[in-house]
């Protein structure tokens, strides 16, 4: 089976702070993604990346970054923490053109 | 822009019942993937329809892809409490980016 695993499942941060949230997948996917769930507004990608040290933004990457220096792993950056990034984080994987895998899931509260 | 739109996006139905949700877009996709999510957790997948048309069934769930690939639908027979959650749809867009229709979030009462 697919296992994308989230660092964290709950996390609670201040304005200004700096965060990481953390994902690994153990299926040699060359894809990953990180999006973000909010009431109301579905599933919105921030980030996407197809290779190790590749990346491409998404639909809302303003405040966030990204690192995939390992294939397995891929970071999202909190860079400066605000109260408007408090939302439901979500990590997957694929392999090329295929469905996606999800992890558990982060739930970050920004404070 | 491609995108899915889900529908209903709320639902709420007495065990037993019967119910249908549906997927739609104006945009032809290469696939279709649906997902459940409970609360708290990521999304789940159930199952990837690939050719115009085609049906496949998990249990009580039977999904089907539109002939010409730009929608689908899940039908749930006599459903039950377990399968209250939030239904997801997927697809592959053109730029090889996977989009996700809204939801239909489905409450099974006892």
């Known amino acids: 089976d697919v296992k994308v695993t989230q660092s964290s499942r709950y996390l609670v941060k201040r304005t200004g702070e700096k965060v990481f949230l953390e994902c690994v997948q153990d299926?040699?996917?060359?894809?990953m993604f990180w999006y973000r769930q909010d009431p109301g507004l579905g599933l919105r990608l921030i980030y996407f990346?197809?290779?190790?040290?590749?990346?491409e933004k998404g639909d809302i990457p303003e405040g966030y970054s990204v690192s995939r220096e390992k294939k397995e792993r891929f970071s999202l950056i909190l860079e400066s923490a605000s109260t408007n990034q408090t939302s439901m984080y979500l990590c997957?994987?694929?392999?090329?053109?295929?469905?996606?895998?999800f992890g558990q899931g982060t739930r970050l509260t920004v404070v | 822009t491609q995108l899915l739109e889900q529908s209903p996006q709320f639902l709420s139905i007495q065990e037993g019942e019967n119910l249908t949700v549906y997927c739609n877009s104006s945009?032809?996709?290469?696939?279709l993937q649906w997902y459940r999510q409970e609360p708290g957790e990521g999304p789940v997948l159930l199952v990837t329809?690939?050719?115009?048309?085609e049906v496949k069934k998990l249990k009580r769930l039977t999904f089907q892809f539109g002939d010409a690939r730009k929608d689908s639908s899940l039908h749930i027979t006599a459903a039950q409490p377990g399968d209250t959650g939030l239904y997801l749809c997927?697809?592959?867009?053109?730029?090889?980016?996977?989009?996700f229709g809204k939801g239909t979030r489905l409450h099974i009462l006892p």
């Open positions: 997957a994987s694929s392999l090329w053109n295929t469905e996606a895998f």
């Open positions: 299926m040699d996917h060359e894809n």
């Open positions: 990346s197809y290779d190790v040290k590749m990346k």
């Open positions: 945009s032809v996709f290469s696939s």
């Open positions: 329809v690939v050719t115009g048309g």
């Open positions: 997927a697809g592959m867009n053109r730029d090889d980016k996977i989009i």
